[in-house]
């Protein structure tokens, strides 16, 4: 197949759903590009999860689908516009359709419309808040010409489920995770397991569904869940967004087969047996990344002449993701950490997190540390031979862009899906954990003997696996890998319009 040079970086319907009603302005196609720029082609509507990280990847699956000649509409709300700007600059066939954020009873006015602008705790009700975008979507959907012949949508937007069957077209769910978190979560909104005693954070839930039976703590699980309250319009919302996914034609994953073979080649009783297509990763697949997810705030050039400056695999990064900011006092714990360990470093410091001091000074005068304030050029950053160690808070998108760079990883899952995450790189034996949880703040001194037996020779066994399961990345998404393939199967199902 010729592939163009696009490229970028029924049972629960008792559950209420949040639908506040407010007015609408006309939804808008882009005004540069025909609705799905094609006739005779496929149209597929592409819907993500205003997030960060839920938006890039599904971003870099929408590119890759429309290099493979699929007509393509991205649905987003007037605030997150301006973040589809390189992706449509890179991919000019696909068009826009442009729909007012609702108002909610939830939500303060004017709180934003993406997560990156709120606080922690409007997460649950921004989430709710945004199924209400079904009603003027669907209108759009019918006002067009040529119709949506399929639906791609994240995780979170499960709402467009009903969407899709009111079209009487495919639904096809995409995880900006892993596949063990796809199963697992979705385990947790079917079975809703309770904990015997409420004050008992540690208490064991096992999923005997997913292969291996694996078990988390209570406070490990993802925290949508734990704050379920039964019956509370916000939470019931959320939990039918994930029952929804559940009633999809099949699931995408920003995975691989040889990082998740347990998951990926078996059927999972928890999404109903149907296929997961594992297509990542998708930040390798998309090799262009410049101002991947932002503007850096050092250019890369500059990053890569400081780090050619030191011997392959001695830097440790250190990046917590765009959402996490650390506590002055797990900042003091990194600060401490690496002024002990000797270790050379770049560390990416996100906005509101206070470095001690002096610190940044130091480590500026004795040539061995680098800290940026704001967006990092992260995917560069892990592919120099300087980098082999990666200090992460184990979301996703950060734990496949190093995987695919052959670097190795010290973990602190602190939420999310993020314990998850750690459990499957533990699982590959390519990272080292030296802290857990959102609050907790490590010992600075054990965290030092960490990182500096990382960059010395105890941790040459895991740097190496780490390389090697690069390679397999590499492998996966080159014609004729596994996430190729998948791929390739996926355009067929999506091309197949009766």
Same mark, same amino acid.
């Given at each position: 197949?010729?592939?163009?040079?696009?490229? $970028?970086?029924?049972?629960?319907?008792?559950?209420? @759903?949040?639908?506040?009603?407010?007015?609408?302005?006309?939804?808008?196609?882009?005004?540069?590009?025909?609705?799905?720029?094609?006739?005779?082609?496929?149209?597929?509507?592409?819907?993500?999860?205003?997030?960060?990280?839920?938006?890039?990847?599904?971003?870099?699956?929408?590119? $890759?689908?429309?290099?493979?000649? *699929?007509? $393509?509409?991205?649905?987003?709300?007037?605030?997150?516009?301006?973040?589809?700007?390189?992706?449509?600059?890179?991919?000019?066939?696909?068009?826009?359709?442009?729909?007012?954020?609702?108002?909610?009873?939830?939500?303060?006015?004017?709180?934003?419309?993406?997560?990156?602008?709120?606080?922690?705790?409007?997460?649950?009700?921004?989430?709710?808040?945004?199924?209400?975008?079904?009603?003027?979507? *669907?209108?759009?959907?019918?006002?067009?010409?040529?119709?949506?012949?399929?639906?791609?949508?994240?995780? %979170?937007?499960?709402?467009?489920?009903?969407?899709?069957?009111? &079209?009487?077209?495919?639904?096809?769910?995409?995880?900006?995770?892993?596949?063990?978190?796809?199963?697992?979560?979705?385990? &947790?909104?079917?079975?809703?397991?309770?904990?015997?005693?409420?004050?008992?954070?540690?208490?064991?839930?096992?999923?005997?569904?997913?292969?291996?039976?694996?078990?988390?703590?209570?406070?490990?699980?993802?925290?949508? %869940?734990?704050?379920?309250?039964?019956?509370?319009?916000?939470?019931?919302? @959320?939990?039918?967004?994930?029952?929804?996914?559940?009633?999809?034609?099949?699931?995408?994953?920003?995975?691989?087969?040889?990082?998740?073979?347990?998951?990926?080649?078996?059927?999972?009783?928890?999404?109903?047996?149907?296929?997961?297509?594992?297509?990542?990763?998708?930040?390798? =697949?998309?090799?262009?990344?410049?101002?991947?997810?932002?503007?850096?705030?050092?250019?890369?050039?500059?990053?890569?002449?400081? &780090?050619?400056?030191?011997?392959?695999?001695?830097?440790?990064? @250190?990046? %917590?993701?765009? #959402?996490?900011? &650390?506590?002055? =006092?797990?900042?003091?714990?990194?600060?401490?950490? $690496? =002024?002990?360990?000797?270790?050379?470093?770049?560390?990416?410091?996100?906005?509101?997190?206070?470095?001690?001091?002096?610190?940044?000074?130091?480590?500026?005068?004795?040539?061995?540390?680098?800290? @940026?304030?704001?967006?990092?050029? #992260?995917?560069?950053?892990?592919?120099?031979?300087?980098?082999?160690?990666?200090?992460?808070?184990?979301?996703?998108?950060?734990?496949?862009?190093?995987?695919?760079?052959?670097?190795?990883?010290?973990?602190?899952?602190?939420?999310?899906?993020?314990?998850?995450?750690?459990?499957?790189?533990?699982?590959?034996?390519?990272?080292?954990?030296?802290?857990?949880? =959102?609050?907790?703040?490590?010992?600075?001194?054990?965290?030092?003997?960490?990182?500096?037996?990382?960059?010395?020779?105890?941790?040459?066994?895991?740097?190496?696996?780490?390389?090697?399961?690069?390679?397999?990345?590499?492998?996966?998404?080159?014609?004729?890998?596994?996430?190729?393939?998948?791929?390739?199967?996926?355009?067929?199902?999506?091309?197949?319009?009766?």
């Amino acid at each position: 197949m010729q592939i163009s040079s696009c490229v $970028l970086c029924s049972e629960f319907s008792h559950l209420p @759903i949040a639908m506040p009603s407010s007015m609408y302005a006309a939804p808008q196609a882009s005004a540069s590009n025909g609705v799905g720029n094609g006739d005779g082609m496929p149209h597929v509507l592409v819907v993500p999860y205003p997030a960060q990280g839920h938006m890039l990847p599904l971003l870099d699956l929408a590119a $890759l689908l429309a290099a493979r000649g *699929l007509a $393509l509409t991205v649905a987003v709300t007037a605030g997150n516009v301006r973040l589809l700007a390189p992706f449509l600059a890179a991919c000019p066939s696909v068009a826009t359709v442009v729909l007012p954020f609702p108002s909610s009873p939830f939500l303060p006015a004017g709180c934003g419309e993406n997560t990156k602008d709120l606080p922690a705790d409007l997460f649950r009700p921004f989430m709710a808040s945004l199924a209400a975008i079904s009603a003027p979507l *669907l209108s759009w959907c019918k006002s067009q010409p040529r119709g949506v012949t399929a639906i791609v949508s994240d995780l %979170f937007t499960g709402w467009t489920l009903p969407l899709a069957e009111e &079209l009487g077209v495919p639904h096809v769910a995409f995880s900006c995770a892993n596949v063990h978190y796809l199963a697992t979560t979705h385990s &947790l909104w079917r079975r809703m397991p309770t904990r015997r005693h409420l004050d008992d954070a540690d208490e064991i839930v096992t999923f005997s569904e997913v292969p291996g039976s694996p078990s988390f703590p209570w406070r490990s699980l993802p925290w949508m %869940f734990r704050v379920h309250v039964p019956g509370d319009e916000v939470s019931e919302t @959320i939990r039918r967004n994930f029952l929804w996914n559940i009633e999809s034609s099949c699931f995408v994953a920003n995975s691989f087969a040889a990082l998740e073979e347990a998951y990926v080649e078996h059927p999972l009783p928890d999404l109903m047996a149907k296929r997961v297509f594992a297509v990542g990763a998708l930040s390798d =697949a998309v090799r262009n990344c410049d101002e991947r997810g932002g503007k850096p705030a050092v250019a890369p050039a500059k990053v890569a002449a400081w &780090l050619d400056g030191f011997d392959d695999g001695s830097v440790v990064y @250190i990046c %917590f993701g765009s #959402q996490q900011a &650390l506590s002055p =006092a797990q900042a003091a714990c990194v600060a401490g950490a $690496l =002024a002990l360990s000797s270790v050379a470093f770049v560390w990416a410091v996100r906005s509101g997190t206070v470095v001690p001091e002096g610190f940044e000074a130091a480590a500026t005068a004795a040539s061995r540390g680098m800290v @940026i304030r704001g967006w990092a050029p #992260q995917v560069e950053i892990l592919r120099h031979r300087a980098v082999g160690w990666f200090l992460t808070h184990c979301g996703w998108n950060s734990v496949l862009e190093a995987t695919a760079a052959g670097v190795a990883m010290l973990t602190w899952p602190m939420g999310a899906d993020q314990f998850i995450n750690a459990s499957v790189l533990a699982e590959a034996g390519v990272a080292v954990p030296v802290a857990e949880g =959102a609050d907790t703040v490590p010992d600075a001194g054990k965290m030092a003997s960490v990182m500096a037996a990382a960059v010395a020779k105890e941790g040459e066994s895991v740097r190496e696996r780490a390389v090697e399961l690069g390679r397999k990345a590499a492998a996966a998404v080159a014609e004729g890998g596994t996430s190729h393939n998948d791929l390739e199967e996926l355009v067929r199902v999506l091309s197949d319009v009766d």
